[in-house]
């Protein structure tokens, strides 16, 4: 079973900032990570797909990158409503496994 | 657009029994495969069970195997988790989540959940 190491936990930016988030694979999953996001009570989105892929609808300021085991998700220009709860998937084998997410807080 | 709306959660005793539904729609619910994945409060996700479109296969996390029962009623446009022998472990908030495809590949859009707490 791969382990997706998630980081930070928690994090805190002024709109306009640079967000990074990381998710480590414990073994090589080449492009086989997706991300989400979530906001209190309502469903999770789908924003990245397979590492570097937006999922179309999400805006431009999100991507993602990274190969093998070092994955990123990037928010450019954060915005008040990127507040939220954000986590990886691995779905490059079995069973599909998540990170441990990361809660975005807006000043 | 897709909707996926979870029910039957609620507080049941350790030992108990409880079967959680998902109501679909938005999307020709007989085409593509299912999952559930449960969230434990204070933790991450973790993935629980799938089923495939047609209900031909289906696939546990070990954690809950021989305990837990995905199924699908594609007349009705629903998937099911029936859960026996619950644990406090399993208090989580349980989410029916759509794949992107027949068999399983990805979740592609996830429901608001429903609360499932073992307690006595």
């Known amino acids: 079973e791969t382990t997706l190491t998630q980081s930070p936990a928690f994090m805190s930016a002024t709109p306009g900032d640079k967000v990074n988030i990381s998710c480590k694979a414990s073994?090589?999953?080449?492009?086989?990570m997706n991300w989400y996001q979530q906001k209190p009570g309502e469903a999770a989105i789908f924003i990245i797909q397979?590492?570097?892929t937006l999922v179309p609808g999400i805006p431009p300021r999100f991507s993602g990158s990274g190969y093998g085991t070092d994955f990123t998700l990037t928010i450019n220009n954060i915005e008040s409503e990127d507040a939220a709860y954000y986590f990886c998937?691995?779905?490059?084998?079995?069973?599909?496994?998540f990170g441990g997410g990361t809660k975005v807080e807006i000043k | 657009q897709v909707q996926l709306v979870e029910s039957g959660g609620g507080v049941v005793q350790p030992g108990g029994s409880l079967r959680l539904s998902c109501a679909a729609s938005?999307?020709?619910?007989?085409?593509?495969?299912m999952h559930w994945v449960r969230q434990a409060p204070g933790k991450g996700l973790e993935w629980v069970a799938f089923?495939?479109?047609?209900?031909?296969?289906?696939y546990y996390a070990d954690s809950v195997k021989g305990r837990f029962t995905i199924s699908r009623d594609n007349s009705k446009n629903t998937l099911y988790l029936q859960m026996n022998s619950l644990r406090a472990e399993d208090t989580a908030v349980y989410y029916c989540?759509?794949?992107?495809?027949?068999?399983?590949?990805?979740?592609?859009?996830w429901g608001q959940g429903t609360l499932v707490t073992v307690s006595s």
């Open positions: 073994q090589d999953i080449d492009d086989d």
């Open positions: 998937l691995q779905h490059d084998n079995f069973p599909p496994t």
């Open positions: 397979e590492a570097t």
């Open positions: 989540a759509k794949d992107l495809r027949r068999s399983i590949t990805w979740v592609d859009y």
């Open positions: 938005g999307f020709t619910f007989s085409s593509y495969g």
């Open positions: 089923i495939r479109y047609d209900g031909s296969n289906k």
